[in-house]
């Protein structure tokens, strides 16, 4: 008879073993407990040996997960597990983040300058058009935006704020503070990133704003807009590429138009 109540005893033992939950913690420890509620941030418990005891709660970021009654178990992740999940996630899509880029540049440049010479035989003003050539060096930053979800392709707007060329003859080296300087500011226009893979992508944009150039060496100013399309290979935040530079006058008489094609190298931050 005796066999019998410790037998039953120690099979009632087990049943109610088996039928309580356990929250496991983050430091390894467990509760047996009566889970009652579970919200975005806390699990309101009771203790399983007391049953009339205070309702407890813990944060769900002090946990690991929860074994219920019934053998299901119920996994969760921290706060800091999921900021870090994110973190991979961002630094995965650092192609399609948006932010500040700055380029240098250098590369040839054709210029068809109108000047004007003075004929003393007839009194008047002539006006001829010349071909000339330089080395250019440019410097432009500016933003970039993009927006939605897609993975391989993605558009967004770019706005080169400030680019500014410095043109030198390559025959007289001292024309880099006397020859012609195109400032281009505020140019508006679209950008777009094709993923290859994480890392790597191709980037083709389009911009165009208002032009101010300036040349001591043959007395000229005037006003004009610089179209920009670009080609660039990205590797993470650096970028190699070419661009092209169309600046067109808008004097009806006195013009400087040009033609630029530019190497690129710069980064993304």
């Known amino acids: 008879m005796e066999k019998i109540i410790l037998i039953l005893l120690i099979a009632f033992s087990a049943t109610v073993s088996f039928s309580q939950d356990i929250i496991t913690k983050k430091d390894g420890t467990t509760i047996e407990?009566?889970?009652?509620?579970?919200?975005?941030?806390?699990?309101?418990?009771?203790?399983?040996?007391?049953?009339?005891?205070?309702?407890r709660s813990i944060k769900i970021s002090d946990i690991v997960s929860i074994k219920y009654e019934d053998g299901e178990i119920e996994k969760f992740a921290s706060e800091n597990e999921t900021k870090l999940e994110?973190?991979?996630?961002?630094?995965?899509?650092?192609l399609t983040e948006s932010g500040i880029f700055l380029d240098f540049l250098i590369g040839y440049g054709s210029r068809n300058l109108t000047v004007d010479f003075y004929d003393f035989q007839q009194g008047t003003f002539t006006y001829s058009t010349i071909q000339l050539n330089y080395l250019n060096l440019s410097l432009q930053f500016g933003n970039k935006w993009y927006f939605g979800q897609r993975e391989k392709w993605r558009p967004g707007l770019q706005v080169t704020w400030v680019r500014y060329n410095i043109s030198i003859e390559p025959q007289d080296l001292q024309t880099i503070f006397s020859g012609p300087k195109n400032l281009s500011i505020v140019n508006f226009g679209m950008c777009n990133i094709f993923k290859f893979s994480e890392n790597t992508g191709l980037e083709l944009n389009f911009t165009m704003g208002v032009n101010v150039e300036v040349d001591f060496d043959y007395d000229?100013?005037?006003?004009?807009l610089a179209f920009n399309p670009e080609i660039k290979y990205r590797m993470k935040n650096l970028a190699?590429?070419?661009?092209?530079?169309?600046?067109?006058?808008?004097?009806?008489?006195?013009?400087?138009n040009w033609d630029i094609i530019s190497l690129s190298i710069g980064a993304k931050f």
């Open 220 to 224: 000229y100013f005037g006003g004009g």
């Open 240 to 256: 190699i590429g070419l661009n092209y530079s169309r600046i067109q006058s808008l004097s009806s008489i006195e013009r400087s």
């Open 33 to 55: 407990a009566e889970v009652l509620e579970i919200t975005p941030t806390l699990i309101k418990y009771k203790k399983y040996d007391q049953e009339d005891g205070p309702l």
């Open 86 to 94: 994110k973190d991979k996630r961002k630094k995965k899509d650092v």
